[in-house]
Structures are given as structure tokens and as C-alpha cells.
T-cell receptor
């Protein structure tokens, strides 16, 4: 299984809502990532988890809260978002320690903040 | 500063024709260079991955080349199909920080019938 799954595919939320994005992989990867991608732009790294511990936070606002409950699952909790947070949110995973260190991306969640 | 630049920004070709996309990078040293295909609103899908010591890698109609001396890579698409319409992104993984891969801005390719 070489697949990263993300749910939901689409999400519309108001600025006062609380929602969560979910990412799952069963490739035995021990590094997982959240990216934000605006239209016609490359993905921007938000967070990196390595062996279930947060290793990189790219100065992301606290209204985004990541969580890694286990080695297969990654969540992104959303609260009090702004309209400019509307974007495609991508999850990725990789196997640390391999020579290629290739990141496998999920299909993304299209988030719209109203 | 580590950068990855791609050209052209966009490209339109007729179905069945070949095309070549370019990637210039300043990342050094690096672990690997990858080409991804990204359909609109979807996640990137890996096409090829090359380590610094490799010169070429093929995946079906896609062939990537790497010249580490000039810090250039290209992606050649043969006999294009309508389904090749997508953005193609060049990504370089710095040796010092494999987690923080560096994305190019991509080339938006449109295949016309």
C-alpha cells in the first residue's frame, strides 16, 4: 500500500468553527508533514512530525494545531480561521533514514473559510 | 540561498507532440531531485527521483535528466496525451535538511487536441 489518504476532500467552515483534517498512511513511514498550497503556488511546509514528535513548526499561527496520535495518523485541528487560510492542505509521509527520502503526498483537502 | 527555478512558466502543445521542461537549482549539496505531476486541486504524484550521482531516469513516456555540473535538470515528455495536462514541479532535497524539500514554482502544461 503506497497511499496517503486524507479526509475530508472538501471542507467549508465559518471563522468561528472548529474542524479537523485527517491524514492516514500504512506504509510504515515515521515522518509525516502538513503543507498549505494556494492556487498556482508551490506547497508551503507547515509542520513535520518525526517518530510521532513535532520536529518542525514553520512559524504557523496557533489557530492551526497539529496532532500525531500514532505513527499512521496525523491530524490538523483548525479553530478561528481567517478567509486567507482558504487553500489546499496536503499531507505527506516519508521514511526517514532512506537514501531517497521520498515524500508521498495525499490528495489534499480543499478548505474554504467563509 | 537555496532556490529552484523552472521554465517555462506555462506551455501549450498539441496532443502527440513532445516537450521538455527545465529546472535550474542552486541547492548544494543535495540528496535527490524529483519531478512531480500535480493535477489541479490534487496532491503531487512522483514521476522520477534521481540522486546526485544519476544522470537520467525514465518512467514510461517521462524521462528526466540531471547535470550536476551545471545544476540543471529537464523533464522530457514523449508523445503527449490529453491526460498530461497538469503542473509539473521540480523538487530538490537539501543534504542538510531532507525534511525541508525545496519546490520550484512549476510549469503548467496544457495539451490541446
Amino acid at each position: 500500500d503506497t497511499e496517503v489518504t486524507q479526509t475530508p476532500k472538501h471542507l467549508v467552515m465559518g471563522m468561528t468553527n472548529k474542524k479537523s483534517l485527517k491524514c492516514e498512511q500504512h506504509m510504515g513511514h515515521r515522518a509525516m508533514y502538513w503543507y498549505k498550497q494556494k492556487a498556482k503556488k508551490p506547497p508551503e511546509l507547515m509542520f513535520v512530525y518525526s517518530y510521532e514528535k513535532l520536529s518542525i513548526n514553520e512559524s504557523v499561527p496557533s489557530r492551526f494545531s497539529p496532532e500525531c496520535p500514532n505513527s499512521s495518523l496525523l491530524n490538523l485541528h483548525l479553530h478561528a480561521l481567517q478567509p486567507e487560510d482558504s487553500a489546499l492542505y496536503l499531507c505527506a509521509s516519508s521514511a526517514p533514514g532512506t537514501s531517497t527520502y521520498e515524500q508521498y503526498f495525499g490528495p489534499g483537502t480543499r478548505l474554504t473559510v467563509t | 540561498k537555496n532556490q529552484v527555478e523552472q521554465s517555462p512558466q506555462s506551455l501549450i502543445i498539441l496532443e502527440g507532440k513532445n516537450c521538455t521542461l527545465q529546472c535550474n537549482y542552486t541547492v548544494s549539496p543535495f540528496s535527490n531531485l524529483r519531478w512531480y505531476k500535480q493535477d489541479t486541486g490534487r496532491g503531487p504524484v512522483s514521476l522520477t527521483i534521481m540522486t546526485f550521482s544519476e544522470n537520467t531516469k525514465s518512467n514510461g513516456r517521462y524521462t528526466a535528466t540531471l547535470d550536476a555540473d551545471t545544476k540543471q535538470s529537464s523533464l522530457h515528455i514523449t508523445a503527449s496525451q490529453l491526460s498530461d495536462s497538469a503542473s509539473y514541479i521540480c523538487v530538490v532535497s537539501p543534504y542538510s535538511s531532507a525534511s525541508k524539500i525545496i519546490f520550484g514554482s512549476g510549469t503548467r502544461l496544457s495539451i490541446r487536441p
